[in-house]
């Protein structure tokens, strides 16, 4: 997007591709070039700041998720050490109380 000037008049052309190739557009020129740039600058600047918001947004997302996994695993490491304390041991994925073999005195 370009505001170009000829002879001293303002001429607003926008950048498209066609078939693949980078080409100029002509939209207007005079007053109307000067009124569609200044839209067309507002509008891309809104797109920026939505971006932004979005980018933040996923950002505070991540960070909430990354927390709430540290406190799985850490939680789940409690669990593990309080079933290894009270005697019992895992197998296959299952708790399983030891087996007390008693010895001949």
């Not at 926008?14 to 005079?30: F, H, I, L, Q, T």
């Not at 891309?44 to 709430?68: H, N, V, W």
């Not at 939680?75 to 079933?83: D, I, K, P, Q, V």
Request: hydrophobic share 30%.
């Amino acid at each position: 997007m370009s505001l170009e000037f000829r002879n001293s008049i303002p001429v607003y052309y926008r950048n498209v591709r066609r078939s693949g190739k980078p080409c100029k557009e002509y939209v207007a020129s005079g007053m109307a070039a000067e009124l569609v740039a200044d839209v067309d600058q507002t509008s891309k600047e809104q797109r920026q700041q939505y971006r932004d918001a979005e980018r933040q947004s996923r950002q505070r997302l991540k960070e909430a998720d990354d927390s709430i996994f540290t406190l799985e695993r850490k939680s789940e490491l409690l669990n593990h050490a309080a079933f290894y304390a009270a005697g019992y041991h895992q197998r296959k994925r299952e708790w399983r109380l030891k087996r007390v073999q008693e010895t001949e005195v």
